[in-house]
């Protein structure tokens, strides 16, 4: 017997309705490449939005067609998340720090019909342009006074394409199955692949994500989106801030902590969500920089870091400068992004600081609607048991069932587990403790060393900024970790203090063989530690050692 509810499909525009009508004063800021604040609410994006679809429409798009961004975090990115996708065109996110390369394979393989560029990305724009026969025009995200002079072929003022649209456009209505949004993974390795989200998936992961034990977004908040719009869909925050009618800033290019301490200052932000470095500069600058009392005046509740590990010490820095709670979450581009997270449960109040952080430090638990298992060498499940370590898989609403265009082959198995890649152990409460990834993990004597907990160990060491380990050849251990330090400004740490510091906290076959220093530890787009460009300048570090 079926029930009997009505059935509506769960489209995005249904958010920017809700928003519309219920609030449409909450602001939107967001700050320019040249540090001007703009102002704007919900009210005035879903008018824009309207227009944008009708403009796009007259531009002869299609249902599916793709529209590609390379923006930064502003309020127009924003509006064209719901402007593309409202009317059944498919929003292609595209991350500019890629290599020409990169962004060239990511732009034809997703077939960009159109692509709105900020001015400041105009010399990259001219350089793609040749190589992307596909786009028919170019559309700068600004205002006739603020063009730029590219040279491109059809480049349109989107101010002026917004002015001159029909603002009653009405959203349609189709099926909640429909694409999206599309985003590419970063591809350390091979190629960058295609995932592809439907209307369906970003409203439930929205829904997560608000989640009390999630990000628990509410109308009271003011919300500091440093995630990049084309990072995972900035971790549904567009969608999952909006629904709940809370107040959105967008820092623009600036993410140096100056200028965000300056937005949380002065837009009273309660939630903060960005990558683990960028938590990790703002900390030293605030330390340096910023009295107790002025710390004390913000209101900052949360702190939510996803993409990497968060180092203890950035959890106790939070706790014990701002007292605020450092939320871990874990996911990446094919789980939309969001599976676990790190809240604390019942039986946690009242731990001690100590016992907290060490829940804290972990990827955290799985929000309703997805499922983490833990998985051995020949696929058999592993218990939740803390100590076993497999590869963790997840299967749920919003995780992917198969790259755009079938590229990757069949991803899901037949009881639609996906495999992450990451390895981890999953404790009897649910807690995800992320080790390494599958392609980072140290093999030493046919057991595996974590190159994520002796990071985060050597990071509570006083004189050290940033660590990377890596596995390095070894005659006869197959593999052994080596410790790259980035130390921090004015310190200058030797291997003998790092190596004291880590030998009363890890088990002695941990231990790295060396440590090396450097001035900076390479990233990737999304600020992950870049260990294939490490493994090229160190690899061979200890092939002689016995
Ligand atoms: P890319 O940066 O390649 O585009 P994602 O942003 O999808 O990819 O990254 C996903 C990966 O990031 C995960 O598989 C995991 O290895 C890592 N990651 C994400 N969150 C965390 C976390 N909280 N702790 C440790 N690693 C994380």
Not at 298 to 311: C, T
Not at 404 to 414: H, I, L, R, T
Not at 455 to 481: C, G, K, M, T, Y
């Amino acid at each position: 017997m079926l029930g009997l509810m009505q059935n509506r499909p769960l489209l995005i525009s249904e958010i920017l309705n809700y928003v519309e009508r219920l609030h449409p004063e909450r602001e939107i800021v967001s700050r320019d490449p040249d540090g001007i604040i703009h102002r704007t609410n919900y009210g005035e994006i879903a008018g824009r939005a309207r227009r944008l679809a009708s403009a796009l429409k007259g531009l002869g798009l299609q249902p599916g067609d793709r529209f590609a961004t390379l923006a930064w975090n502003t309020y127009r990115h924003f509006e064209i998340y719901y402007g593309v996708t409202g009317s059944g065109l498919v929003l292609h996110t595209v991350n500019p720090r890629l290599f020409p390369e990169q962004l060239q394979y990511i732009m034809n393989h997703a077939e960009d019909a159109y692509v709105g560029f900020d001015p400041v990305f105009t010399p990259l724009v001219e350089s793609l342009a040749p190589h992307l026969p596909g786009v028919k025009g170019w559309i700068a995200l600004c205002d006739r006074e603020h063009m730029p002079k590219a040279q491109v072929a059809n480049l349109i003022c989107y101010e002026e394409l917004l002015a001159a649209a029909a603002p009653d456009f009405v959203w349609p209505s189709f099926d909640e199955n429909t694409a999206c949004t599309l985003c590419y993974t970063s591809g350390t390795t091979g190629n960058p692949k295609g995932v592809l989200y439907s209307h369906r998936s970003t409203l439930l992961h929205g829904l997560a994500a608000n989640a009390a034990d999630a990000l628990a977004f509410s109308a009271r908040d003011s919300i500091l989106m440093v995630v990049p719009l084309f990072h995972a869909n900035a971790w549904s925050l567009p969608f999952s801030g909006a629904m709940a009618g809370a107040k959105l800033v967008l820092p623009g290019p600036k993410l140096d902590p100056e200028s965000l301490w300056m937005l949380m200052e002065t837009e009273g932000i309660t939630k903060a969500l960005g990558i683990p470095t960028i938590w990790l500069n703002f900390i030293a600058w605030v330390e340096a920089n910023k009295t107790k009392e002025e710390i004390a005046r913000l209101k900052l509740k949360l702190v939510g870091s996803g993409g990497a590990a968060v180092p203890r010490a950035t959890i106790e820095k939070f706790r014990d400068l701002f007292g605020v709670y450092v939320l871990q979450a874990w996911g990446m581009t094919e789980t939309s992004p969001l599976a676990t997270t790190g809240a604390p449960l019942a039986k946690h109040e009242g731990v001690a600081q100590s016992e907290l952080i060490e829940m804290q430090i972990k990827q955290g638990r799985q929000v309703f609607g997805i499922e983490v298992g833990l998985f051995g060498k020949d696929g058999e499940r592993l218990p939740h048991d803390g100590a076993s370590v497999g590869e963790l898989k997840v299967r749920g609403n919003w995780v992917i069932s198969g790259y755009f265009k079938g590229v990757g082959g069949q991803v899901m198995d037949a009881e639609g587990w996906f495999g992450t890649g990451d390895v981890a152990a999953i404790d009897p409460d649910g807690y995800v403790r992320l080790t390494d990834r599958l392609k980072d993990v140290i093999k030493s004597g046919g057991e595996w060393i974590s190159s994520i907990e002796i990071e985060n160990i050597a990071l509570s060491h006083p004189d050290v900024f940033e660590a990377a380990v890596i596995a390095i050849p070894h005659p006869v251990w197959q593999e052994r970790p080596l410790l790259i330090v980035h130390p921090r400004p004015g310190r200058t740490p030797t291997k003998e203090s790092i190596l004291d510091f880590l030998s009363t906290r890890i088990a002695k076959w941990w231990m790295p063989d060396d440590v090396v220093f450097v001035e900076s530890l390479p990233h990737t787009a999304t600020g992950k530690l870049l260990k294939t460009e490490l493994r090229k300048t160190f690899g061979g570090q200890l092939a002689v050692a016995g």
